[in-house]
């Protein structure tokens, strides 16, 4: 479980969540615009689901990836940290820090589950979201085979045209599938995980739900957050270093 500490930042720090990259809906040119844009940066954390589906092996790249993945390097060279918290979306990714540096990512950071950040004088949780719901086995148990190495040392044995298009598969099965988990936020699970999740922290923010909520945990000032995807919002969120936090939208 990573934890990085900015006791005095200098400069914003900025969240983003399920931008779920493609040439249509969500055009990537778009994207790049934004992260070009960030120049008062200190940190950027992306709550995962980058691009539409993605196996993050160099091998199968294509000319979206690779464009995005050099704008998120041009971030990197002028920001402290750029990091991405996996999504149920990306694949392949390094599973340690020292995988994450002899990979060709640019990311300071790729963090496979909760993150903690303490930010000035607060301290706040980050996770993806998609194992909050507890109640969808099916997707827990999709998980699990998919996350494993079995299943890495599988795709990683496929020549790159044959995985892209079997990955092109995987992504039309999982628009398909368990359409009851994603008509309703399961509100009751999302405060389960609150209540767990915030003892440590002053806010948790998740992604993965598409979709705006708060949770104010009784009797205390701590907050939990689904931040709305880029995909349908084109949204993202901005912390200055004393922790004051404002939604904003790309144009």
């Not at 993050?56 to 995005?68: G, I, S």
């Amino acid at each position: 479980m990573l934890s990085i500490s900015i006791p005095d930042p200098v400069g914003n720090l900025y969240l983003v969540t399920d931008s779920h990259l493609d040439y249509d809906s969500a055009p990537y040119s778009e994207f790049i615009d934004f992260l070009d844009s960030l120049n008062d940066a200190h940190t950027l954390i992306c709550l995962g689901d980058l691009f539409k589906l993605w196996l993050a092996d160099p091998r199968y790249w294509t000319n979206l990836h690779k464009e995005v993945l050099k704008a998120f390097r041009r971030l990197r060279d002028r920001a402290n940290n750029v990091i991405l918290v996996a999504g149920n979306r990306e694949f392949l990714l390094p599973r340690n820090q020292d995988q994450l540096r002899e990979s060709e990512l640019p990311f300071s950071q790729v963090v496979l589950g909760k993150f903690y950040l303490t930010w000035g004088s607060k301290r706040f949780g980050f996770e993806h979201g998609d194992k909050v719901n507890i109640d969808d086995k099916n997707y827990l148990r999709w998980y699990a085979i998919s996350h494993s190495r079995a299943f890495e040392t599988f795709f990683r044995g496929l020549p790159s045209s044959l995985a892209n298009k079997f990955a092109e598969h995987l992504e039309i099965k999982m628009a398909q599938s368990n359409q009851k988990f994603k008509i309703q936020l399961p509100k009751e699970h999302l405060e389960k995980f609150a209540e767990t999740s915030m003892e440590a922290v002053d806010e948790f923010f998740l992604g993965h739900f598409h979709e705006r909520f708060s949770y104010y945990k009784k009797n205390t000032s701590k907050k939990l957050h689904i931040i709305p995807d880029w995909l349908n919002t084109r949204e993202y969120w901005r912390i200055d270093p004393q922790g004051k936090r404002t939604e904003l939208q790309f144009s």
